[in-house]
């Protein structure tokens, strides 16, 4: 076994390998761009190395950058993790001429299936079954459109050297054909550089299946069973599973099968992902090979849950030379996992990526397993994958695994970026899903109602925040001086008033000491409210006598309390502060959401009037421009053409207005 090896990865994927390799007595190598040098993966390696900037081109990605870190720390072998390097085939070569193990399929195995079109020709020799397409060489468009129309329409054209969900589009109906083709090609050309495209017929409502595989280096091959992750959003997984609810019994030994056949077609190594389409409409269930993914899976928690396996460990295992000690035959399933994605994402604005600093973090603790790479107080910063933890929850049954996961998603709370966490709790919480009605339209059909606003706040959330700024006890210790019940000498409790702003509307609760407890007054009504809140925010009220339990969490000015799996932001507004508002926008002109600077329109010292254009940046593929909110003069601008900016960074001062009229 190795005795020290390299993770070239960060956040959640590079902590976990390192819990399993110091599990196993083996040293870590983190390494780190500028932005993660307070990293957690950072901190809990043995030892760290910086590989450059943070753009991830010029660190993360930074082959040579890698290797040298790599050989000077006297690393053996090199971890990849996903993402990044970890299907490059060109990285796992170096690895190998600089003599250091690559832990990874061989680079032979990742070209094999590094083409979608190529690897369905293998699969298709091999007798896996594959989507009825057009996956050949011939890329004149009117071939593609003849093509297309002996398949069958809806079809899906799909980008061979994509993923992500990058470069696919349905076509459904022949006049569309050609502009998709053309701006399928555009986006894979400027994401893969590699335009080259392949069609498959459009399933409607499959279901994704895909097993987990794993081959030691003497030729054993064995599937850990499958995933299904049809829960998506564009493409992408949001909630995966295993294993399948309701797979039939004779598909799933068909599929692993199948699976097991593609990794030998192709030589494989190591760990692996066949991905399976699966359309449940046609007697008995068919499937068919979409993809194989060469690396461990995002996802390959749910599998260790079942299987009572950790897979970095049989990485380590095999790519030390191991063979495996364990036939198909001794590996088992157990249970239900299913694990869900907690992104800094904004669900309301079209999923933005949301970027800032987390200002409290808490995540669930015994109901479930948690994987992640950031802690309280960390940035999230525009330039990596924007996902804050992984949450895995598992039960004897689906049902219990997914009340595990309810109870667990509500522990879990965020104050300081947007996160999906109120989505995922619909989704957990949804009838279809409990019915296990799974297909890739769930999210999509389900809309309406996993993406309606937040009801209103209950009075019990108006509540738990108003005692989270006073105090759960108005009557904390003895000495005077530290009450915080309006205590006065020879007089009765004097009111105290809060005003807190909820979506853009203010709130006043006027609070009495009452007791161990307070009175609250909310516009007409009078409610007695008492609670313990714990230090981590876990908070138990009691309001008019009945109980309930939430999450209270507070930063500054501002309160979030997490309830039945939805939340409420409540920012604290001082009436007797001068009007706000003003200010904000005065001389400060900041960024609307995180993105990228692509043209700079005015200077420091430049006169501007109200209106005018003074920069432009790029997010989500969009421009938007930022104009002076008034006259004045640009006393400085802070960012340059290409600097990338996080949401609510100031990107241009103006000088004072007072100033300015002199
Ligand atoms: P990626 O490389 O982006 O992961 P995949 O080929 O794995 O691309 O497809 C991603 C997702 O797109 C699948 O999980 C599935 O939801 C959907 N998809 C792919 N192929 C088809 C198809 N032929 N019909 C319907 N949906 C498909
Ligand atoms: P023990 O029997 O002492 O527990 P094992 O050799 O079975 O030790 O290893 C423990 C874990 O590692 C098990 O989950 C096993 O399936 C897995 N494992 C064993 N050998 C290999 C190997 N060569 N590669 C990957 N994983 C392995
Ligand atoms: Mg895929």
Known sequence: MFSKILIANRGEIACRVIRTARRMGIATVAVFSEADAEALHVAMADEAR???????????????????????AGAEAI?????????????????????????????????????????KALMEAAGVPVVPGYH????????????????????????????????????????????????????????????????????????????????????????????????QRRYQKVVEEAPAPGLPAAMRTAMGEAAVAAARAVGYVG????????????????????????????????????????????????AAGEAFTRTQADIALNGHAIEVRLYAEDPARGFLPATGTLHRLRLPEGAARVETGVREGDRVTPHYDPMIAKIVAWGRDREAARTRLEQALAETGV??????????????????????RLDTGFI?????????????????????????????????GGEPWARRD??????????????????????????????????????????????TIAAGGAAALSLDGVRSRALALAHEDTVAIFAGG??????????????????????????PMPGRVVQLLVGAGDAVRQGQPLIVIEAMKMEHTIAAPRDGVVERVRYAVGDLVEEGAELIALDDPAAAAS
């Open 50 to 72: 910086p590989i450059g900037p943070p753009p991830a081109r010029d660190s993360y990605l930074n082959a040579a950058a890698i290797v040298a870190a790599a050989k000077a």
């Open 79 to 119: 971890h990849p993790g996903y993402g990044f390097l970890a299907e490059n085939a060109g990285f796992a070569e170096a690895c190998a001429a600089s003599g250091l193990v690559f832990i990874g399929p061989p680079p032979a195995a990742m070209r094999a299936m590094g083409s979608k079109a190529a690897a």
């Open 486 to 531: 309006g205590w006065r000498l020879n007089a009765p409790p004097a009111p105290q008033t809060l005003v807190f702003s909820h979506a853009g509307e203010a709130l006043t609760i006027e609070a009495t000491a009452c007791g161990d407890g307070w009175e609250l007054r909310i516009g007409e009504r009078t409610l007695r409210a008492a609670a």
């Open 566 to 591: 939805e939340s409420w932001r409540f920012e604290r507004v001082d009436p007797l502060a001068p009007a706000s508002g003003a200010d904000a926008s005065g001389g400060r002109l900041s960024a």
């Open 136 to 231: 050949g060489a011939d890329q004149d468009p009117e071939h593609l459109a003849a093509e297309a129309s002996k398949i069958g329409f809806p079809v899906l054209i799909k980008a061979s050297g994509g993923g992500g969900g990058r470069g696919m589009r349905i076509v459904n109906r022949p006049v569309e054909f050609s502009a998709a083709l053309d701006s399928a090609k555009r986006e894979a050309l400027s994401a893969f550089g590699d335009d080259r495209v392949l069609i498959e017929k459009y399933l409607a409502a499959p279901r994704h299946i895909e097993l987990q595989v794993f081959a030691d280096a003497h030729g054993n091959v064995v599937h850990l069973f499958e995933r299904d992750c049809s829960i």
């Open 415 to 436: 104050l300081g970026v947007a996160t999906n966490l109120g989505f995922l709790a619909r989704i957990a919480g949804d009838p279809d899903f409990a019915a296990a």
């Open 271 to 318: 760990a692996g992902t066949v991905e399976f389409i699966a359309d449940m409409t046609q007697g008995g269930g068919r499937f068919y090979f979409m993809e194989m993914n060469t690396r461990l899976q995002v996802e390959h928690p749910v599998t260790e849950a079942v299987t009572g396996t950790d897979l970095v460990e049989w990485q380590l295992r095999v």
């Open 444 to 476: 999509e059909r389900r809309k309406a109602t996993l993406l309606a606003p937040p009801p209103a706040p209950p009075d019990a959330a108006l509540a738990l925040a108003a005692l989270t700024v006073l105090g759960d006890r108005p009557t904390d």
